[in-house]
Protein backbone atom coordinates (compact mmCIF):
# COMPACT_ATOMS: atom_id res chain seq x y z
CA UNK A 1 0.00 0.00 0.00
CA UNK A 2 3.18 2.29 0.90
CA UNK A 3 4.59 1.48 -2.05
CA UNK A 4 1.32 2.33 -4.23
CA UNK A 5 0.93 5.82 -2.31
CA UNK A 6 4.73 6.48 -3.52
CA UNK A 7 4.08 6.05 -6.89
CA UNK A 8 1.42 7.71 -7.15
CA UNK A 9 2.85 10.46 -5.18
CA UNK A 10 5.87 10.22 -7.66
CA UNK A 11 3.20 10.47 -10.69
CA UNK A 12 1.37 13.23 -9.60
CA UNK A 13 5.44 15.57 -8.87
CA UNK A 14 5.89 14.62 -12.25
CA UNK A 15 3.16 15.82 -13.89
CA UNK A 16 3.41 19.24 -11.99
CA UNK A 17 7.17 19.40 -13.04
CA UNK A 18 6.35 18.41 -16.71
CA UNK A 19 3.49 21.26 -16.64
CA UNK A 20 5.57 24.03 -14.89
CA UNK A 21 7.23 24.77 -18.10
CA UNK A 22 4.45 25.82 -19.90
CA UNK A 23 2.58 27.46 -17.60
CA UNK A 24 6.00 29.63 -16.64
CA UNK A 25 6.20 30.44 -20.70
CA UNK A 26 2.40 31.04 -20.48
CA UNK A 27 2.10 33.21 -17.85
CA UNK A 28 1.34 36.68 -19.56
CA UNK A 29 -1.13 37.34 -16.72
CA UNK A 30 1.42 38.03 -14.44
CA UNK A 31 2.69 41.48 -13.45
CA UNK A 32 6.28 42.61 -12.90
CA UNK A 33 5.75 42.90 -9.35
CA UNK A 34 8.13 45.76 -8.76
CA UNK A 35 6.93 48.66 -10.45
CA UNK A 36 10.01 50.98 -12.94
CA UNK A 37 9.55 53.83 -10.96
CA UNK A 38 10.65 51.80 -7.56
CA UNK A 39 14.10 50.31 -9.60
CA UNK A 40 16.04 53.38 -9.03
CA UNK A 41 17.81 54.40 -6.20
CA UNK A 42 15.76 55.36 -3.10
CA UNK A 43 13.08 52.57 -4.23
CA UNK A 44 9.85 53.65 -3.94
CA UNK A 45 9.22 57.89 -4.28
CA UNK A 46 5.30 58.20 -3.54
CA UNK A 47 2.24 56.14 -1.91
CA UNK A 48 1.26 55.92 -5.76
CA UNK A 49 4.43 53.30 -6.31
CA UNK A 50 3.40 51.59 -3.17
CA UNK A 51 -0.02 50.88 -4.10
CA UNK A 52 0.94 49.71 -7.28
CA UNK A 53 3.37 47.33 -5.62
CA UNK A 54 0.50 45.82 -3.16
CA UNK A 55 -1.74 45.93 -6.52
CA UNK A 56 0.78 43.56 -8.37
CA UNK A 57 1.50 41.61 -5.21
CA UNK A 58 -2.26 40.74 -4.64
CA UNK A 59 -2.93 39.97 -8.37
CA UNK A 60 0.04 37.95 -9.27
CA UNK A 61 -1.25 35.82 -5.38
CA UNK A 62 -4.52 35.73 -7.14
CA UNK A 63 -3.49 33.96 -10.36
CA UNK A 64 -0.84 31.81 -8.28
CA UNK A 65 -3.69 30.72 -5.85
CA UNK A 66 -6.45 30.32 -8.83
CA UNK A 67 -3.43 27.63 -10.40
CA UNK A 68 -2.48 25.59 -7.23
CA UNK A 69 -6.43 25.32 -6.53
CA UNK A 70 -7.17 23.45 -10.32
CA UNK A 71 -4.63 21.36 -9.17
CA UNK A 72 -5.42 20.61 -5.88
CA UNK A 73 -9.08 20.11 -7.07
CA UNK A 74 -7.73 18.14 -9.92
CA UNK A 75 -5.69 15.72 -7.55
CA UNK A 76 -8.60 15.21 -5.36
CA UNK A 77 -10.69 14.30 -8.28
CA UNK A 78 -8.41 11.45 -9.01
CA UNK A 79 -8.57 11.11 -5.40
CA UNK A 80 -11.84 10.13 -5.46
CA UNK A 81 -11.56 8.15 -8.79
CA UNK A 82 -8.93 6.17 -7.34
CA UNK A 83 -10.44 5.32 -4.24
CA UNK A 84 -13.93 3.94 -5.17
CA UNK A 85 -13.83 0.95 -2.71
CA UNK A 86 -12.08 2.45 0.19
CA UNK A 87 -14.90 4.80 1.93
CA UNK A 88 -12.15 6.45 4.20
CA UNK A 89 -9.70 7.63 1.11
CA UNK A 90 -12.87 8.64 -0.71
CA UNK A 91 -13.91 10.74 2.39
CA UNK A 92 -10.77 12.28 2.69
CA UNK A 93 -11.14 13.55 -0.91
CA UNK A 94 -14.44 14.83 -0.05
CA UNK A 95 -12.82 16.98 2.23
CA UNK A 96 -9.81 18.08 0.54
CA UNK A 97 -12.55 19.31 -2.44
CA UNK A 98 -13.66 21.07 0.62
CA UNK A 99 -11.12 22.78 1.85
CA UNK A 100 -9.80 23.43 -1.21
CA UNK A 101 -13.02 25.67 -2.30
CA UNK A 102 -13.24 27.15 0.88
CA UNK A 103 -9.73 28.52 1.08
CA UNK A 104 -10.64 29.75 -2.62
CA UNK A 105 -13.49 31.58 -0.96
CA UNK A 106 -11.51 33.17 1.27
CA UNK A 107 -8.62 34.55 -1.18
CA UNK A 108 -11.43 35.98 -3.41
CA UNK A 109 -13.31 37.18 -0.40
CA UNK A 110 -10.41 38.84 0.83
CA UNK A 111 -9.23 40.65 -2.59
CA UNK A 112 -13.17 42.21 -2.54
CA UNK A 113 -12.93 43.03 0.47
CA UNK A 114 -9.50 45.12 0.04
CA UNK A 115 -11.29 46.52 -3.54
CA UNK A 116 -14.54 48.07 -1.31
CA UNK A 117 -11.65 49.64 1.45
CA UNK A 118 -9.76 50.60 -0.95
CA UNK A 119 -12.58 52.21 -2.99
CA UNK A 120 -14.09 53.60 -0.20
CA UNK A 121 -10.88 55.73 0.98
CA UNK A 122 -10.38 56.97 -2.91
CA UNK A 123 -13.84 58.48 -3.38
CA UNK A 124 -16.22 55.53 -4.29
CA UNK A 125 -15.32 56.34 -7.84
CA UNK A 126 -15.90 53.69 -11.25
CA UNK A 127 -12.34 53.43 -11.65
CA UNK A 128 -10.52 50.70 -9.81
CA UNK A 129 -8.56 52.28 -6.79
CA UNK A 130 -5.23 51.71 -8.33
CA UNK A 131 -5.71 54.10 -11.24
CA UNK A 132 -5.92 57.18 -9.05
CA UNK A 133 -2.27 57.68 -9.56
Request: aromatic share 6%.
Amino acid sequence: MACLRVHGLAAALGAILFALPSVALGATGFLTIVPESCRGPGGCQSVCDIATLANNVLTDAIYIAVFLSAILFAFAGLKMLVSVANPGERSRAKQTFANVAIGLVIILASWLVIEVIMRTLVGGSVLPWNAIC
